[in-house]
């Protein structure tokens, strides 16, 4: 049986409403997609929304940890969290009482 807890469901729950956001998943979508850690304004360029509005959706995408975010001089860099690509499949399969997946 694969019962989650309390804390995998306030977990859980934090990533899905993260995700319930079709810019953020635009974002987090480029990210992903990137070869290399991106700026800022390289997302702001390819979503076509402002600099404020991408960065409060990265803000967002990394307090649940689905990219990680390192200055470099005036500059951030952006990467996605590649354990994302392992655990939020994971998750979603145990919530639905699936078996889990390697």
């Not at 019962?3 to 079709?22: K, M, N, P, V």
């Not at 390289?42 to 990265?58: C, F, M, N, P, Y």
Request: hydrophobic content about 45%.
């Amino acid at each position: 049986m694969n019962t989650i807890t309390q804390e995998q469901a306030a977990e859980y729950a934090s990533w899905f409403r993260c995700l319930a956001d079709g810019t953020r998943l635009r974002v987090l979508n480029f990210v992903a997609e990137a070869e290399a850690p991106l700026t800022v304004g390289e997302i702001v360029d390819a979503v076509g929304k402002s600099q404020s509005t991408v960065s409060r959706h990265l803000a967002i995408l990394a307090a649940d940890r689905f990219v990680l975010m390192e200055n470099d001089g005036i500059r951030t860099r952006v990467s996605v969290n590649r354990a994302c690509m392992v655990e939020l499949p994971k998750a979603a399969s145990q919530i639905m009482g699936q078996a889990m997946p390697r």
